[in-house]
């Protein structure tokens, strides 16, 4: 999560980088005359890296709070039992001869 | 499906809410929603919210739900008049409810008046003649009477209408295996793979049912699902890795005068009983000797 964080903020600071670096060319271009058609090609990388960068801080910041596991057989998702059947249940099993908690009680 | 991540949460928030801890509520929830046969608990716990009046305001609208949730819990424990008061204050909020109607019948049930009930079901079932949940609480009925063969016809009957329905299919192959009719379990079993393929737990079954057939072709398709088994548990379900073991000494010693071009089947059967030596070091050190002489035993007598 911190590692995330950092990974974020370097985006924002890659951002910001790419900003000036933008405003310094523009600097330049005034100087030669020329009209400003767009940021120098390395300038576009480095935003676009910033962009991912940026992205990635938020998906794994805010949705969905962690990336959970996608395989079946992880020791997280490994299907351990089965759901009771519950639908079938009967009610005449040895369970009955066990005694009765007297206390308890539905108070109305 | 009950997950590893599902069934921690559920041990956890058991020994919290069982040593005096708060989270009752989170409980009663995850019982509900992994369809668990916890009754004493539910019933402990739910009662124990249903009769604090401030917790029962605090739950909205989810109260009811916890009122059948305890009356269900209540007739598996044998409190019959717990259910009968739980019962009684649905009614009185939900008069013309089918659901409650359900509950009633069940109480019938469970109290042993199979006749009174089976007239309720049908009474319902006139109005309502496709709900799955009381033609399955007839074979219920049916199995609880002890009579089991006629559960299976009702469950017969029912499967040709809801073909789909897999909880059916696996009431159905166990009630099979119960009665020793390997064949048609073996059936059903497949009807399950087929419609869930990803669950580990059916594979399992499967296998099971197949070893206990026994016949070469039924050993070796076993052992593929015990394979298949451990793929998708990644390795740590015990019953395959032994039924792995099994199978493939008992085709050895079937296969014992005949061409012996399979030796592959030699190399699972020792992974397997490495993992086997692994595991049992790691969580039961003190059976390891018993596990070392059995597995010998058994690549012995191949």
């Given at each position: 999560m911190a590692l995330d964080f950092a990974i974020g903020v370097f985006g924002v600071l890659i951002l910001f980088h790419a900003a000036y670096s933008t405003i310094q060319y523009r600097g330049l271009l005034k100087i030669t005359e020329e009209?400003?058609?767009?940021?120098?090609f390395n300038v576009v990388i480095e935003l676009s890296l910033g962009l991912v960068l940026c992205m990635w801080a938020w998906a794994s910041l805010t949705v969905p709070g962690k990336f959970l596991s996608i395989?079946?057989?992880s020791e997280k998702n490994r299907i351990v039992s089965l759901p009771?059947?519950?639908?079938?249940?009967?009610?005449?099993?040895?369970?009955?001869v066990f005694p009765v908690e007297m206390d308890l009680k539905l108070k109305q | 499906m009950v997950t590893k991540t599902e069934e921690n949460q559920l041990n956890r928030l058991e020994s919290q809410v069982d040593n005096g801890g708060s989270g009752a509520w989170e409980y009663l929830c995850l019982v509900r929603k992994l369809k668990l046969r916890r009754s004493d608990k539910v019933l402990k716990h739910g009662l124990s919210i249903l009769n604090n009046p401030s917790k029962r305001s605090a739950l909205g609208p989810e109260e009811w739900t916890l009122y059948e949730q305890v009356a269900v819990a209540a007739m598996d424990c044998q409190s019959l008049d717990v259910a009968k008061d739980c019962i009684k204050v649905l009614q009185k909020k939900f008069p013309d409810s089918k659901r409650v109607g359900r509950l009633e019948a069940l109480l019938l049930e469970a109290k042993g008046s199979w006749e009174l009930a089976e007239k309720a079901y049908s009474s319902l079932l006139e109005d309502n003649p496709l709900d799955q949940t009381i033609h399955k609480r007839r074979v219920a009925m049916a199995k609880a009477q002890g009579n089991i063969p006629g559960a299976i016809e009702w469950l017969n009957k029912y499967l040709e209408i809801f073909m789909a329905d897999h909880d059916a299919w696996r009431e159905l192959g166990e009630i099979y295996v119960s009665l020793q009719m390997y064949k048609q379990a073996a059936f059903c079993y497949e009807e399950l793979i087929l419609s869930?393929?990803?669950?580990?737990l059916y594979h399992l079954a499967y296998a099971d049912v197949l070893y206990t057939l026994g016949g070469l072709e039924n050993l070796q398709t076993a052992k593929k699902y015990y394979t298949s088994t451990i793929d998708l548990t990644g390795g740590k379900n015990t019953r395959a890795l032994f039924g792995v073991c099994l199978c493939t000494s008992a085709i050895a010693q079937i296969t014992?005068?005949?061409?012996?071009?399979?030796?592959?089947g030699a190399q699972v059967q020792s992974l397997a009983a490495k993992v086997l030596e692994k595991d049992y070091k790691q969580r039961a050190p003190d059976k390891l000797p018993q596990l070392t002489t059995a597995l010998k035993s058994l690549t012995l007598s191949s």
């Open positions: 009209e400003f058609s767009g940021p120098p395989h079946p057989d009771a059947n519950l639908d079938f249940m009967i009610f005449n099993h040895r369970g009955k | 869930q393929p990803t669950v580990p014992k005068g005949k061409s012996k071009e399979e030796k592959e």
